[in-house]
T-cell receptor, first 114, second 111 residues
Framework: GAGVSQSPRYKVAKRGQDVALRCDPI?????LFWYQQALGQGPEFLTY????????KSGLPSDRFFAERPEGSVSTLKIQRTQQEDSAVYLC????????????FGQGTRLTVV | GIQVEQSPPDLILQEGANSTLRCNFS?????LQWFHQNPWGQLINLFY???GTKQNGRLSATTVATERYSLLYISSSQTTDSGVYFC?????????????FGKGTHLIIQP
């Protein structure tokens, strides 16, 4: 596609519910990143894929967070047993290659846990 | 990890004014990007500038990698320039390739 596409744009979840957020990167982009942006803050790195390999998951805040990219294109970020502190905007980015190449961001998914 | 400091945190200007936004970072980087986050939350790419100087219309940016800072210049500000400007840096290697963002500069352009 022309840009990075994320869905849904908005998600309201009850505390304890599992959620799945989808990211469609720019076609042909090797690298895919997930970020979490709390209100009034800058985005914070969660995890990084090179094709289907998850090379860095150091930013995932707990073992309730899980990401996958099984075929090296679309990625899903799953949050199990959501808690109020998980409320944030989740941003996905992709870049053509590796090694410090320009990244392009999707519009994000705003998750609200009630 | 790399620390990123942006200044000023807030800036209020009249339409037509010029502004300079600064980004300091604590370590060597091979990726530096400036973004504008619009009111709908979309991060718009302004510059990919790990070193050197670039210009795009009323905007320009300079990164002095050896001194670990970057500057974003906005000339003849318009109300549509309002929003949050983020600097993000990264160093790829050893399997790591993510960006570290500053806290942003919140710019308000008044008519």
């Amino acid at each position: 596609g022309a840009g990075v596409s994320q869905s849904p744009r908005y998600k309201v979840a009850k505390r304890g519910q599992d959620v799945a957020l989808r990211c469609d990167p720019i076609s042909g982009h090797v690298s895919l990143f997930w970020y979490q942006q709390a209100l009034g803050q800058g985005p914070e790195f969660l995890t990084y894929f090179q094709n289907e390999a998850q090379l860095d998951k150091s930013g995932l805040p707990s073992d309730r967070f899980f990401a996958e990219r099984p075929e090296g294109s679309v990625s899903t970020l799953k949050i199990q047993r959501t808690q109020q502190e998980d409320s944030a905007v989740y941003l996905c980015a992709s870049s053509l290659s590796t090694g410090g190449i320009e990244a392009f961001f999707g519009q994000g998914t705003r998750l609200t846990v009630v | 990890g790399i620390q990123v400091e942006q200044s000023p945190p807030d800036l209020i200007l009249q339409e037509g004014a010029n502004s300079t936004l600064r980004c300091n970072f604590s370590d060597s980087v091979n990726n530096l990007q400036w973004f504008h986050q619009n009111p709908w939350g979309q991060l718009i790419n302004l510059f990919y500038i790990p070193s050197g100087t670039k210009q795009n219309g009323r905007l320009s940016a300079t990164t002095v990698a050896t001194e670990r800072y970057s500057l974003l210049y906005i000339s003849s500000s318009q109300t549509t320039d309002s929003g949050v400007y983020f600097c993000a840096v990264g160093y790829s290697g050893g399997g790591a390739d993510g960006l570290t963002f500053g806290k942003g500069t919140h710019l308000i352009i008044q008519p």
